[in-house]
C-alpha cells in the first residue's frame, strides 16, 4: 500500500452566480495515477463525477457528461470545471487520490460524517460494473500490466468478484480483490475493487477481451453483473 498522500482543494468554499464557469483545483504530493472527483448532494448522496489514470487521460461517468470538465493537468493537478452552474448543482465536492481505484483513495481533501438511525430502511440497488485499463505510466515502466474492475452503487454488500480472459475463468492467479466492500459515507451504497494482472503480451491484442463478473444477491437470489475491456493497440 502507498503512504497516505497529503491532498488539497481550492477554494475550500465558494458562493457563485450562477451561469458563470466556475473550477476547482485538487493537488496531491504523491506518485499516484489515479484521481478522482465526487459530488455529494444536499440529500446526503456520494456520487462519482469523473476520474483519471494519468495526464491526459480523464472520463466522466454518465451522469455528468454534460457541463462538468475535467482535466489531468499533471500527476499531482486534477481540475473541476462546472461550466454552467445552477441552483441544483450547490453540494460539496471532494477530490481524491488513489495508487489504484479505490473510491476512497489513499487521501481525501475533506470529511464528511453523516449518522443514520439504526432503523433506516435502504432500497435494493443493482451494481454498476466497469474495467479501467493498465495507467499509462504503468505500461512504461513495468513488464506486467494491472486492470482494475469497479463496482459501484449496490446494496446490499453481498458480492462475489471473478475475472475472465477470453470468456475463461481465471480463477485467483493474479486477482486480487477487497477483502470486503467499501460502504458510502450516507450508508445507502456500497463499491468495492478488484485487480487483474496480466502481460503486456496479452494486453497488446485487440482481439483478447477482460471480463470483469460481479455475482449479486438481491435477497432472493442471485445476479450476475459484468464489464468488460479489450486489449489495446501497441507493442508489449
Known sequence: ASP???ISQTPRDALQKAGSP????CEHDSNNDYMFWY????NWSLR????SYGVGFEENEKDFEAGYKVKRHSITLF???IERPEERD???YFCATSLAPLFTGTGRASETLHCEHDDEKHDLKTPTVKVLPPSPQQI???ATVTLVCVVTNFYPDHVE???KFNGVDVGTVGVSTDDRALQAPDGKTYSITSRFLTTKKRWFNTKNTFTCVTKFYNGTRDEFFQGSINGDKGKP
Open 4 to 6: 497516505r498522500s497529503h
Open 22 to 25: 466556475f473550477e476547482i483545483t
Open 39 to 42: 459530488r455529494q448532494d444536499q
Open 48 to 51: 462519482l463525477i469523473a476520474y
Open 79 to 81: 481540475t473541476l470545471e
Open 90 to 92: 450547490t453540494a460539496v
Open 140 to 142: 512504461c515502466n513495468k
Open 161 to 163: 468478484v471473478n475475472w
